[in-house]
């Protein structure tokens, strides 16, 4: 079974520009959620979508946000970039069930100049 | 005070040594616990899940969780060098939603051949 895809792997924007990334899920995962990963903050969870719907947010502020399509698939977006938004975004989907893990991508890794 | 906290290391350890991670949170409503395996320029990957307290075995590994100190640990017996990587741990609630994960800041761990 194919694991989580994220699109595009590496990504350079400048400043005040705007950018989309990719995710399609493992076959089967309806739950999609995104996560930020700097050095000196970690991992930190954006959102969660499940069924075309976001069920979860986490302390970021507007300019990212994220939509879900019916085949599961998912795409998160960031307006006015930022240097501080330089980070590994990471993808990560689950399978049915109640607190089921999280399988994660190979993230994007987004520079901003 | 975060909510995790994990020794960030680095570790070296020698091959064959027992390794011994760990973490500890805040947070009492924590019911699920994860340690994840992260290789350079990887995604994170899923080495154990475990729900509430008590121990969980799997292969070479153990992770053990204690809820009454809000402390959970991983343990490597045999270690390879195959095993060198960051070592995250990651934790959520019902409360919090099961897809928002807490996660440490990670231990990065090289075995010496």
């Known amino acids: 079974k194919a694991g989580v895809t994220q699109t595009p792997r590496y990504l350079i924007k400048t400043r005040g520009q705007q950018v989309t990334l990719s995710c399609s899920p493992i076959?089967?995962?309806?739950?999609v959620s995104w996560y930020q990963q700097t050095p000196g903050q970690g991992l930190q969870f954006l959102f969660e979508y499940f069924s075309e719907t976001q069920r979860n947010k986490g302390n970021f502020p507007g300019r990212f946000s994220g939509r879900q399509f019916s085949n599961s698939r998912s795409e998160m977006n960031v307006s006015t970039l930022e240097l501080g938004d330089s980070a590994l975004y990471l993808c990560?989907?689950?399978?049915?069930?109640?607190?089921?893990?999280?399988?994660f991508g190979n993230g994007t890794r987004l520079t901003v100049t | 005070q975060k909510e995790v906290e994990q020794d960030p290391g680095p570790l070296s350890v020698p091959e064959g040594a027992i390794v011994s991670l760990n973490c500890t949170y805040s947070?009492?409503?924590?019911?699920?616990f994860m340690w994840y395996r992260q290789y350079s320029r990887k995604g994170p990957e899923l080495l154990m899940y475990t729900y509430s307290s008590g121990n969980k075995e799997d292969g070479r590994f153990t992770a053990q969780v204690d809820k009454s100190s809000k402390y959970i640990s991983l343990f490597i017996r045999d270690s390879q060098p195959s095993d060198s990587a960051t070592y995250l741990c990651a934790m959520t609630s019902d409360q919090t939603g099961a897809n928002n994960l807490f996660f440490g800041t990670g231990t990065r761990l090289t075995v010496i051949p």
């Open positions: 076959s089967g995962h309806r739950s």
């Open positions: 990560a989907s689950s399978p049915p069930g109640l607190a089921s893990p999280l399988h």
């Open positions: 947070n009492s409503a924590f019911q699920y």
